[in-house]
């Protein structure tokens, strides 16, 4: 997954105190991993994934020792996280910065005569979104979006109430293109779900729309080979902890780690999580034996990070497949 720095932990200095050194570096990945999924808070969830991804902290070795897969963990706490992202059996996969604008986008075409956002607003939307040259180059290739104007659904004087979910005005044949798009993301092992990925996605799954726009899915996908991945970086920002986590970190012992939270998890300081753990086997037996065999490294940036860290063990089980 994803970490974006420049997108700070916020949380109370009296909870941040109660934990260790690396602990403190664990809450601070886990306000970057919150922020790449467009969350406004970070939750348990967040954290949980945090110390799945980091294979020298105790929390993943002792997850890897019980022959558990760190990699599967980490993806069903995604799929409870908070964020915009696409939620499947496959896997759970976020947007991009310009993927969000584009739903926004598609979201404002649709709010003012339409009663829901449809394919043709995404694919509108997405081209709008496309970095310069591909939008030149989407246009050059004959597509016409004044044509897509008939398919844009029936128009509806009544205004959107304002706030509300992103997706909840989304017809069923957007929502089922954004997970198409999610899987074309993966195809090409991009890390967020872009305009591009939407755009082609759009164009496979709806004819009509491809022959009135002007521009078939295979010229598309020509035209944007190895330009899908959106590397535009959010604008930095902090994310507040959300009184899930303020809640679970105030039950902590004092200097905990890693594995601390991972014990805390599986002790039900949230349930769902647990469940998570449960069904990876992972007993509270083995967690206390893991207290005795494995530490967490000193934060990166310390003078003795490198002569001290615990070598990564070796991936067991299944690979991610994001």
Do not use: N
Request: with cysteine; aromatic share 4%; net charge negative.
């Amino acid at each position: 997954m994803r970490y974006i720095p420049g997108m700070p932990l916020a949380v109370p200095r009296e909870l941040e105190r109660r934990l260790s050194p690396y602990g403190r570096h664990l809450l601070a990945r886990c306000g970057e991993y919150a922020g790449s999924l467009h969350a406004d808070e970070a939750g348990p969830e967040h954290l949980l994934s945090t110390l799945m991804d980091d294979e020298a902290c105790a929390a993943h070795r002792a997850v890897l020792h019980a022959f558990a897969d760190p990699e599967s963990i980490s993806g069903e706490a995604r799929a409870l996280s908070a964020g915009i992202m696409v939620t499947g059996s496959a896997a759970s996969l976020a947007f991009s910065v310009r993927g969000v604008r584009a739903l926004e986008r598609a979201r404002e075409l649709a709010s003012s005569h339409r009663p829901e956002v449809t394919p043709a607003h995404l694919l509108l939307a997405c081209v709008g979104e496309l970095e310069d040259d591909l939008r030149v180059a989407i246009d050059a290739a004959g597509f016409e979006p004044a044509a897509l104007e008939p398919l844009l659904g029936p128009a509806d004087d009544a205004p959107w109430p304002a706030g509300g979910p992103l997706f909840r005005r989304f017809s069923e044949d957007s929502k089922r293109a954004l997970s198409a798009a999610a899987r074309v993301a993966r195809q090409a092992c991009d890390a967020a779900i872009s305009p591009a990925h939407v755009l082609l996605a759009v164009l496979q799954s709806e004819a009509e729309l491809a022959r009135a726009g002007g521009i078939s899915a295979s010229r598309a996908r020509l035209l944007l080979r190895g330009r899908t991945a959106d590397p535009t970086r959010p604008p930095p920002r902090e994310i507040p902890a959300d009184e899930a986590l303020e809640g679970f970190l105030g039950g902590l012992p004092e200097g905990a780690g890693s594995l601390a939270m991972l014990r805390g998890f599986h002790a039900g300081g949230t349930p769902e999580l647990a469940q998570v753990l449960s069904r990876h086997r992972m007993s509270a037996a083995l967690l206390e034996r893991a207290q005795a065999g494995f530490e967490d490294p000193d934060p990166p940036g310390t003078a003795s990070t490198e002569s001290q860290a615990a070598p990564a063990e070796p991936r067991r089980g299944l690979e991610s497949d994001l």
